[in-house]
C-alpha cells in the first residue's frame, strides 16, 4: 500500500539497538521507521529515491543506499536485518 506503515515491494529489514526497525520501502520510495511495538515512528522519501538496506557483516553498520542512482543515503549501527 501507499499509505504510512504500508509496504510497496521493501527490500531490506534492519533492526535498530532501542528495538525497533527501519524497512526500506523501495517503491514507495522512502524509508520507514517503526518502534519496538510496531508503531510508525517516521517516514521519508523522495521520487525516484527507491532505497534498499545493505548490512555490513564485518561491523554491523546497515547502509541505507539509493537504488537509483547507487548512492550512500545514510549508514546506522544496528543488527544485522533482511
Same mark, same amino acid.
Given at each position: /500500500? +501507499?499509505?504510512p506503515g504500508f509496504f510497496n515491494e521493501p527490500h531490506g529489514v534492519a533492526a535498530l539497538? !532501542? /528495538?525497533g526497525w @527501519? @524497512? *526500506?520501502?523501495?517503491?514507495?520510495n522512502r524509508? +520507514?521507521?517503526f518502534n519496538a511495538n510496531g508503531g510508525l515512528r517516521l517516514y *521519508?522519501? *523522495?521520487p525516484g529515491l527507491r532505497p534498499?538496506? !545493505?548490512n555490513d557483516p564485518h561491523d554491523e553498520q546497515v547502509h541505507i543506499v539509493s537504488l537509483h542512482?547507487?548512492?550512500v543515503? /545514510?549508514?546506522a549501527r544496528g543488527n544485522r536485518g533482511n
Open positions: /500500500g +501507499q499509505r539497538p !532501542s /528495538g @527501519v @524497512v *526500506a520501502d523501495t517503491y514507495n524509508i +520507514q521507521m *521519508a522519501g *523522495a534498499h538496506i !545493505s542512482d547507487e548512492r543515503l /545514510g549508514t
